[in-house]
């Protein structure tokens, strides 16, 4: 989902709500995040196992036996016969509870750690020698250096688009500007990513390739060579995970702006006779800025949100593409996994922006 | 800047907005676009809105089985009451009764099919068979024996159906049955019978939808024509405009989605030959949403260059350059192949017309953005205000809940949710409105939740608390109407992120399923780059909703704030 933007009015309401309780609420959130998973797994109809083998893809046509063996093998697995509780224990671990688990719940010993605590999800249904834990950190290896990169990019841009709509304000800059913000704000991210394809990939201008993260003849690259064609594939996805963001930040940098703009310090800064350029960059410009730094906490669900209709439109083996390629096989494990991920990325990009405002914000600190 | 005698605070509010161009604009748009998919199936449908025609099969078949229907009805009376309901054979007719009356039904039916394309003289006899088949079946109900009546009308009826039969009929299974023809004596004309396909296949919510949106169209321009406003009046249609709109929503929702049949037999059979047409009038684009043409698949916009027929024929491959006029199908009521207003929008790779399912996909998407807006609107509301009144346990379970949903990426929890269960029994729309409402009301709730703080405290609730209100009163009568305001605007931005995610949903195929298309559905139809018309023209509908959306927002957030200057 895209961010909505927040009335102005209580910007400053969520800041202190969020400041004042992540840090506190870290772990129960992280459970929280967890139990949620689990809970919708539960309260769901249907029971899970039978999910599997109605896959459309080619294995779907599996004889029968060696279907209800898998069943029954990933409800061993996942202990869907045991009582709720222990189900729940299981599945966060850090201890395996299952028959072939850790020694000190009755288990075999064979297998003693598991659940996500371990970043344990199981395997795959279709290839089960893969762990999908494996799996996802590789994955995670090529979104994260996007996200980042993305988060950086729209910060890069955002700050200094927003600076100058704010000493432009009302003018025709500001509403230029402004209008083209509005307009990429409402820009739907797969059709975005599609038109950059069609636009810059063969059948347009053919300035760079568009499908996967490297040539077919990579290999053979220098490592430089190699550097370069990775660039030159990321550039069309960076820009369709960064230009929602960018839009988003830019105008909540010209309001932030604007408001500091207005406010008593820096009437008194001037009126002690700071020359403008001074009362600009050393005291309004930097106070504009630090509150942008909670917003990460905002942008980051939509960016890896969005990770999986950019990924899946340019074909770049990462964690949103690994998470519909999870629901297209009905895959339990992957699913499960890309989301408590997914959500866990979030928490981790709040608790950074908390973190960063109170290095940056005294008043935090001590509140 | 204001009108000074704007009274209440309302219009003071719509007077503000109203001062806005873009927003002025965009509100525009939004109506505009909900005309079109509203009356969707008015401007692109493959059922035509008037058609005279013969439909000489059908008589053909209805003639054919009216003996037989008479036969069965003179050996039902034959058996007697008695004997039948001893017998018991047929579970749909259980009782002697019944059975009469499903006889009587079959014959009636194909003397309604044969009236409509007979003409006076000829309707006559049919009408006298009704007539008598009527008292027929009730002596016998009331257990007269009448069995040499029955048998006299089902020879009568047999004359009459081979009296019947049309003079100028040149079907080959007539030349089959030599014997029936030899008997044939005179033979009658038929004539053409006067239908209306398109307005019979319309639901009377559909119908319902327009007369509202009409209503409001006109509201607007007596207002507009006549100089003075009329608030209240317009206030009120556009009440019963989004009442209609709901109402159609969850009518959609009670019948899983059930909309009109996808495609008629109409065009296939009129191409076929099997009708004869005198006169059909067709919508303006006459292709239905799901109506396929596998002759004309991926074809670019017909306005193009590279459209033309021959040029498309050797794109695809065709070894018989010289028939590439006929590889194209052309039917009944179509554009010929090369007319440059045959498919504006191009087709897609089933050889669908992609601006008929622009059009008709508008309603899916506005539908489920807006219901789903409207309900996590309302849970985001109950809980933040829920929260913020009573505090403590309540507020702590909320918030703490808040927080935990927030980390959750939409797509990522809905692509979860939808791959671990299947919603067979409630319809993939439904399915879609629920989850966005389930995992999107957080904000609207954390505004709430904010607004509601910051007014329990305010002498007017202390007052009304101190008169002693209740607290359901105070919440619904004196906190809700103030706090509203921020949840109002974030539930217009919600409207647009609700549709921005249900055409995700759509465009990665976990969303409305089937033939009825959305433009996110549309969008992800679209299989390689060299089809560009299927990625680029739905997305342009998806993208001039979300931005009006976005204005209409943005204005009415600055005519709700006092601050702003206005």
């Known amino acids: 989902m895209t961010i909505e933007s927040a009335p102005r009015t209580s910007r400053r309401a969520l800041l202190g709500f969020s400041a004042r309780a992540r840090h506190v609420w870290l772990l129960p959130t992280f459970f929280g995040i967890h139990l949620l998973i689990f809970v919708l797994v539960h309260a769901t109809p249907g029971d899970p196992s039978l999910a599997l083998g109605d896959s459309s893809g080619p294995d779907a046509q599996s004889s029968s036996s060696a279907l209800v063996e898998q069943r029954a093998e990933f409800r061993a697995e996942h202990l869907l016969d045991a009582p709720l509780w222990k189900q729940y224990l299981h599945y966060l671990g850090p201890f395996d509870l299952s028959a072939r688990g850790h020694r000190w719940f009755g288990g075999s010993g064979e297998h003693p750690w598991g659940g996500v605590l371990t970043f344990d999800f199981g395997h795959e249904f279709r290839r089960p020698q893969v762990s999908v834990g494996a799996e996802l950190l590789a994955r995670l290896e090529v979104t994260v250096p996007f996200a980042a990169l993305a988060l950086a990019l729209s910060f890069a841009l955002a700050i200094p688009l927003g600076i100058l709509c704010a000493l432009k304000r009302g003018q025709f800059v500001d509403r ?37 993260l490297h040539d077919k003849d990579a290999a053979q690259l220098s490592d430089a060579g190699s550097l370069f064609d990775l660039a030159r594939h990321a550039i069309l996805p960076l ?15 010209r309001s932030s702006m604007i408001e500091t703009l207005e406010s008593d310090f820096i009437r008194a800064a001037r009126a002690k006779g700071l020359p403008e350029s ?36 340019f074909q770049i083996p990462g964690m949103g593409r690994y998470a519909y390629e999870g629901f297209l096989q009905r895959d339990y494990n992957i699913v499960m996994a890309t989301t408590f991920v997914s959500a866990v990325m979030t928490l981790a990009g709040l608790w950074f922006a908390d973190f960063a405002y109170a290095v940056v914000d005294p008043r935090v600190r001590r509140a | 800047m204001h009108n000074a005698d704007a009274s209440s605070r309302l219009e003071l509010v719509l007077e503000r907005f109203r001062s806005r161009k873009f927003a002025r604009f965009a509100v525009l748009v939004l109506f505009a676009l909900a005309g079109l998919a509203i009356f969707a199936p008015f401007i692109a449908n493959d059922r035509p809105y008037v058609v005279e025609s013969i439909d000489r099969p059908r008589f053909e078949s209805a003639r054919r089985t009216l003996s037989v229907a008479a036969n069965e009805l003179a050996a039902l009376i034959a058996t007697g009451r008695a004997a039948h309901e001893a017998e018991r054979v047929d579970p749909s007719a259980p009782t002697f009764d019944a059975a009469l009356e499903l006889q009587a039904a079959a014959i009636e039916t194909r003397i309604a099919t044969m009236s409509a394309s ?149 065009k296939v059979a009129a191409t076929r030959g099997e009708l004869e047409i005198r006169r059909a009038i067709f919508a303006p684009i006459p292709f239905g949403y799901a109506e396929t043409n596998l002759s004309e698949v991926d074809r670019a916009p017909s306005w193009l260059a590279s459209s033309e027929s021959a040029r498309y024929a050797a794109s695809r491959g065709s070894s018989d350059a010289s028939g590439a006029q006929a590889s194209i199908e052309v039917r009944f009521g179509e554009p010929a192949v090369d007319a440059p207003t045959r498919h504006l929008f191009g087709t897609d790779s089933l050889g669908r017309d992609l601006l008929a399912r622009c059009l008709w ?206």
């Not at chain 2, 929890?413 to 919603?423: C, K, N, T, W």
């Not at chain 2, 399923?513 to 680029?536: E, I, K, N």
Request: a positive charge; one cysteine or more; hydrophobic letters at 60%.
């Open chain 1, 176 to 212: 230029a500007i402004g209008s083209l913000l509005v307009g990429l704000f409402s820009l739907p991210v797969f059709w975005a990513s599609l038109l950059l394809v069609l636009v810059f990939g063969a059948t347009g201008l053919d300035w760079l390739p568009v499908l996967g």
């Open chain 1, 239 to 253: 820009v369709a995970f960064s230009y929602g963001g960018l839009a988003y930040l830019a105008r909540q940098m």
């Open chain 1, 278 to 313: 001074r009362v600009l960059w050393a005291h309004a410009v930097p106070n504009a800025i630090f509150p942008m730094i909670t917003l990460v906490g905002s942008l980051v669900p939509t960016i890896v949100g969005g990770s999986i209709l950019v990924e899946v439109v």
């Open chain 2, 118 to 266: 007979l003409a006076e003289p000829d309707r006559a006899r049919l009408v006298e068979i009704r007539a008598d088949s009527r008292a027929l079946v009730a002596a016998a109900k009331r257990g007269e024996d009448r069995v040499a009546a029955a048998r006299e009308f089902a020879t009568r009826v047999a004359t009459v159906a081979r009296d019947s039969a049309p003079a100028d009929g040149k079907l080959e299974r007539d030349i089959e049955r030599d014997a029936e023809r030899d008997t044939a004596r005179g033979g009658v004309q038929l004539v053409a019978a006067v239908t209306h396909p398109l307005i019979e296949s319309l639901a009377p919510l559909e119908v319902a939808c327009m007369v509202a949106w009409l209503g409001v169209l006109a509201a607007a321009l007596v207002a507009k024509l006549a100089g003075a406003r009329a608030p209240r009046r317009r206030t009120a249609a556009f009440a019963v405009l989004v009442l209609a709109l709901a109402a159609n929503f969850g009518w959609r929702a009670a019948s899983g989605f059930g909309f009109v049949p996808a495609t008629s037999s109409f």
């Open chain 2, 361 to 566: 996909g508008s309603r899916t998407s506005l539908t489920i953005g807006g219901a789903a807006a409207l309900a996590l609107s309302v849970i985001g509301v109950l809980l933040g205000a829920l929260a913020g009144w009573f505090g403590g346990a309540i507020d702590f379970a909320v918030s703490r809940t808040i927080e935990v949903v927030q980390c959750f990426p939409a797509v990522f929890l809905i692509v979860f949710v939808l791959s671990v269960a299947r919603p067979e029994g409630v319809g993939a729309a439904f399915a879609v409105v629920a989850l966005i409402a389930l995992f999107g009301w957080t904000h609207v709730a954390r505004l709430l939740r904010a607004e509601v703080l910051r007014l329990r405290g305010q002498d007017f609730v202390v007052a009304a608390r101190a008169i002693g209100a209740s607290n359901a009163r105070i919440v619904f009568v004196h906190l809700l109407p103030n706090a509203l305001q921020p949840a109002i605007v974030a539930a217009v931005f919600a409207a647009a992120s609700a549709l921005l995610l249900e055409s995700s949903l759509s465009f990665l195929s976990l969303g409305v399923q089937g033939p009825m298309p959305s433009w996110g559905s549309v969008l992800g139809d679209s299989t390689s780059a060299s089809v560009w018309w299927t990625a680029a023209f739905p997305g342009v509908f998806i993208f001039v909703t979300v931005l009006a959306v976005h204005r209409t927002g943005e204005a009415l957030r600055e005519a709700l704030d006092p601050r702003s200057e206005g």
